[in-house]
């Protein structure tokens, strides 16, 4: 098992335009949640699947914020007329449904310029 | 909502002595509590756990102490490694649902 990737691990993109970042979880896992991080704090929630169930979000996911996970498996999250403010790590991490770890990838960046 | 708080933006200690890192949080719901480790360019990693029926969870040279009346927990470290030099996030989570992260301590440990 290679762990929680994440695709791309940077991007940098210009105001007004859409981005998707993917999120390919450890197989046996069930849940899935995509975290944001800002400098100098930690990790927020955003929004979190139980298989391809997308069960609760975040009141920071605006509605330029969609995230989808179609058959339960990877998980998308795009950011539609970006904005300067979006710039951030988009963490992605995933878990069984009995435990409490969660195993994190190693983050997309992303800038808007 | 700063439902858990890490005060201490930054700590430094000597090679070989203890590392204490602090959390408290305000959510008296949380059942379950977590520290991660984060290295840069990289995402968190899982150090270790306990369990609100639990005050203290030991693993090797991490150990995380749990004082549900005064809505704290700590984790130590020792003896401290150069290698142990990261950033630290303390994670609470209710019921077994997502979690809330505090904004973290960098860890330095000088040789």
């Known amino acids: 098992d290679t762990g929680v990737s994440q695709d791309p691990r940077h991007k940098i993109t210009k105001r007004g335009q859409n981005v998707t970042f993917r999120c390919d979880p450890i197989?046996?896992?069930?849940?899935l949640y995509w975290y944001r991080q800002t400098l100098g704090q930690g990790p927020e929630f955003l929004t979190y699947?139980?298989?391809?169930?997308?069960?609760?979000k975040s009141r920071l996911l605006s509605d330029r914020f969609s995230a989808e996970r179609p058959k339960g498996s990877f998980s998308t999250l795009e950011i539609q007329r970006t904005e300067q403010g979006d710039s951030a790590m988009y963490l992605c991490?995933?878990?069984?449904?009995?435990?409490?770890?969660?195993?994190f990838g190693p983050g997309t960046r992303l800038t808007v310029l | 909502d700063q439902q858990v708080k890490q005060n201490s933006p930054s700590l430094s200690v000597q090679e070989g002595r203890i590392s204490i890192l602090n959390c408290d949080y305000t959510?008296?719901?949380?059942?379950?509590f977590l520290w991660y480790k984060k290295y840069p360019a990289e995402g968190p990693t899982f150090l270790i756990s306990?369990?609100?029926?639990?005050d203290k969870n030991e693993d090797g040279r991490f150990t995380v102490f749990l004082n549900k009346s005064a809505k704290h927990l700590s984790l130590h470290i020792v003896p401290s490694q150069p290698g142990d030099s990261a950033v630290y996030f303390c994670?609470?989570?209710?019921?077994?649902?997502?979690?809330?992260f505090g904004a973290g301590t960098r860890l330095t440990v000088k040789p």
């Open positions: 991490a995933s878990r069984r449904g009995g435990d409490n770890e969660q195993f």
């Open positions: 197989s046996e896992h069930n849940r």
């Open positions: 699947f139980q298989n391809e169930a997308q069960l609760e």
């Open positions: 959510n008296s719901m949380f059942d379950y």
């Open positions: 306990i369990s609100s029926i639990k």
């Open positions: 994670a609470a989570s209710a019921n077994n649902n997502d979690m809330r």
